[in-house]
């Protein structure tokens, strides 16, 4: 090839250059936003006052009064003995549902259907208006609190569950159905022992997640130590206030670790 | 295998295994022991079907058709909390994740203190942290847009610091032969490889945020909830009926929305 041959060569067009949408996106982005702020009414002067205003006012929670720490540590307890007993329902619940619920373990579509959409339900009911709605059923106390954590998060569970269980290697689902496991044989020996280390994973994040929510479930009523929070802050005893949130972010962090280590030795 | 537990059940010598007896044994006791503080009683839950059952007889009356309106501008006003308490979550957990993650922090001291802080930030639930922002910068959607902004940050931050910690090295590698900067191999080549990632993280937290925003009016920090509680309170079902519907209707059509997405990233898009 010589100097002739590359100059007759015809140049070939060059392709079109890429066009970035990126400022656009954020542009639109950024006019939503505004748009929102502008209909909420925030004001930025309000904030700014009380982002000034919450220097002093959280030094208001300075002093963390714990002359009634046993009384805390006992509602904590309750919140604790909740979230448990949540968990254990929410586990049975999706421990029945979530084999209908996974595609390729579900004896018919029309169960499939039916359990997928059981699990959007219960899902899609926030646990403090399920609380609300058995807190009127039930009276008050922590046990309608404990069924409104378990209705919501068996939802999550399931889901979580069924999702692990379509993920089975084909190949140990064709082993046992080649023995010919009916659909209960199926799910206890193929099914749950594959996914066992993920869903103890699951479990132990939903744990965590329902002690959490068991803190507040008491502002409708629902038993433990979120009432006592909603009190002291109506009453502006900030002492008290600081003590009840130090006792909850001290459980919570310990759970967090707890878990944390568990999720760390299954992994 | 010799180190690591055995879960599976059938094991060699065909009994269960030890942990999983042992682990059930203690869930066992650790619920027998906790039933009388939860008050578990079967024969009252029993003898409560009879309500919740009249109870959601209650439940189905005609709507209260007039009132819509309003039940359309406080679910609108609950999904513009949730938007934007996610929007200003996800500018400010961006450089905190890039701090928290192993591979891009600056110094392990860094590292350390900023997964401290996102783990205290995300301890306690929203509705906590409303009840705090209402008790300071009074009523309406700005407290519950602030403790939603304030717990997702925790979220966020960690599962963004989380998602840069598994980017491929050989990219990070490449870029930095080139001879860029510190900010330089974070944003060209770690930033892009966790973007998927990050994206399924903002969907799952938007999902989470908007459940969250719908029971924030509980404490009178904006959206649905007051109005959830307040026909509770006043036993109007007519209204709880529409409330507790649109409730539903949202946080579904959400979550199938990002469902799709999440599987639409996770699987690929190649056209």
């Known amino acids: ?85 949540g968990t254990v329902f929410a586990l049975l619940v999706a421990f029945f549902l979530a084999p209908l619920a996974a595609r390729n373990f579900a004896p018919n579509a029309v169960t499939y259907r039916i359990a997928r959409e059981i699990l959007n339900f219960m899902r899609a009911m926030p646990d403090l208006l399920l609380a609300l709605i058995f807190v009127a059923a039930l009276g008050l106390g922590p046990l309608p609190g404990a069924l409104a954590l378990g209705v919501h998060t068996a939802g999550f569970l399931g889901k979580f569950f069924a999702e692990s269980l379509e993920r089975v290697d084909k190949g140990v689902c064709e082993g046992v159905a080649s023995t010919g496991a009916n659909f209960p044989q199926m799910v206890m ?65 310990m759970i967090d670790y707890a878990s944390a280590w568990l999720r760390g030795r299954l992994g | 295998m010799t180190t690591a537990l055995i879960w599976r059940w059938p094991t060699p010598n065909g009994l269960p295994p030890l942990p999983l007896v042992g682990g059930v044994l203690a869930l066992l006791a650790g619920l027998w022991l906790t039933a009388p503080i939860v008050e578990v009683d079967f024969v009252r839950l029993i003898g409560s079907l009879g309500r ?77 942290w409303a009840l705090v922002f209402v008790s300071a910068v009074g009523l309406g959607p700005l407290p519950g847009v602030m403790a939603l902004a304030f717990v997702t940050v925790g979220f966020m931050g960690k599962f963004f610091a989380e998602s840069i910690e598994v980017v491929d090295h050989k990219a990070v590698e490449g870029v930095r ?73 949202v946080v579904t059509v959400l979550d199938r929305a990002s469902d799709r997405l999440r599987s639409r990233i996770i699987h690929g898009r190649r056209t």
Do not use: C
Not at chain 1, 58 to 85: C, E, H, I, K, N
Not at chain 1, 194 to 219: K, P, Q, T
Not at chain 2, 65 to 90: C, D, F, N, R, S
Not at chain 2, 233 to 245: C, G, H, S
């Open chain 1, 189 to 253: 020996y193929a099914g749950w022992p594959s996914i066992m280390r993920e869903a103890l994973g699951y479990v132990l994040y939903i744990l965590d997640r329902n002690v959490r929510m068991a803190s507040v479930l008491g502002l409708v009523g629902a038993g433990g130590i979120g009432l006592a929070l909603h009190d002291t802050l109506r009453l502006f005893d900030y002492g008290q206030s600081a003590a009840l949130i130090l006792v909850i972010l001290a459980t919570i962090l």
């Open chain 2, 52 to 128: 919740m059952v009249t109870f959601a007889g209650q439940m189905f009356v005609t709507p209260d058709w007039e009132y819509v309106p309003q039940l359309l501008a406080k679910m609108l006003e609950t999904i513009e909390m949730t938007v934007l308490g996610t929007a200003v979550a996800i500018v400010v957990s961006l450089p905190l994740g890039i701090l928290a993650a192993g591979n891009a922090t600056p110094h392990p001291v860094v590292y350390r203190v900023t997964r401290d802080l996102l783990s205290l930030m995300r301890a306690l639930p929203e509705l906590v």
């Open chain 1, 1 to 85: 090839m010589n100097v002739h041959d590359l100059k007759s060569a015809r140049p070939q067009p060059l392709p079109p250059k890429p066009r970035n949408p990126m400022p656009v996106w954020v542009a639109a982005t950024l006019a939503m936003l505004w748009l929102i702020v502008w209909d909420l009414e925030i004001s930025f002067e309000t904030l700014a006052y009380g982002v000034a205003d919450m220097a002093e006012y959280f030094s208001r929670y300075g002093q963390p009064d714990f002359t009634d720490l046993s009384r805390y540590l006992s509602l904590m307890g309750v919140t604790l003995a909740t979230a448990l007993w």
């Open chain 2, 177 to 249: 032969a080139h001879g860029a900067g510190w900010l330089q191999v974070r944003l060209f080549a770690m930033l892009p490889q966790a973007l998927p990632d990050f994206v399924g993280t903002v969907m799952y937290i938007l999902d989470h945020n908007l459940r969250a925003a719908a029971i924030l009016g509980l404490v009178g920090a904006g959206g649905i909830g007051y109005d959830l509680v307040m026909s509770m309170r006043l036993f109007q079902y007519d209204r709880l009926l529409l409330i507790a519907l649109s409730i539903y209707l």
